[in-house]
């Protein structure tokens, strides 16, 4: 009677799998077509992209912004409040101001500024116009002597008031300190204290 129960008609009881052969190799085929066909295409690679080639930063760096201060740091705040550099080009955060230097002057970076690292050859016109603006600069920042000493006498007299600045100041302090708030003598002799004095005459 077991025998019968096991055998009903339609129903798959041997829990095995069973692949069809053909089915697999079909599938087989058509994979390689697809890999024979891609092979025989040429790539289809577009234009190379045209970068510009480096240029001088024109904003300063700011590494000096947040020294010394402390923040609270939570797994959920945006990246742009965590601790670090946050760079807002490639979105990321660096720990440490020398890494961050590191990545704005990379090559991921500069990527995404549309650089590419390659710097433009400077012909002889644009040398020769750099020096000329430099010796202008070099004519106008020159100083004599007498600027040296007004500088110098300029410097002394900015100690000399920082000087009397800290003299006022402590000397407020001290006239604080020496008024001191009158007490009665009713109420001190209640609460249990009639002053810091020694009871010794």
């Known amino acids: 009677m077991s025998n019968t129960s096991n055998n009903v008609a339609g129903v798959d009881n041997t829990f095995r799998r069973k692949f069809d052969r053909e089915e697999y190799l079909e599938r087989a085929r058509e994979r390689e077509r697809q890999e024979e066909e891609a092979r025989s295409k040429p790539k289809g690679k577009g234009p190379p992209v045209q970068r510009k080639p480096l240029k001088h930063r024109d904003y300063e ?24 550099y946050y760079c807002s080009v490639c979105e990321c955060v660096v720990k440490d101001s020398a890494n961050y230097l590191d990545h704005i002057n990379g090559k991921k970076h500069q990527r995404a500024l549309g650089m590419s690292m390659r710097v433009e050859r400077a012909s002889l016109q644009q040398v020769q116009e750099r020096f000329e603006v430099l010796k202008k600069r070099k004519d106008l920042g020159t100083f004599t002597e007498q600027d040296l000493d007004d500088r110098v006498l300029k410097q002394q007299q900015e100690e000399e008031e920082r000087k009397r600045l800290r003299r006022e100041k402590k000397k407020e302090k001290k006239e604080k300190a020496v008024e001191e708030p009158e007490i009665d003598p009713d109420v001190a002799a209640m609460m249990g204290f009639g002053g810091f004095r020694s009871s010794k005459k």
Request: glycine share 8%; aromatic share 0%; proline share 8%.
């Open 61 to 84: 760096v700011d590494l000096e912004s947040r020294l010394g201060k402390t923040q609270v740091v939570t797994p959920v705040a945006p990246l742009s409040q965590q601790a670090g």
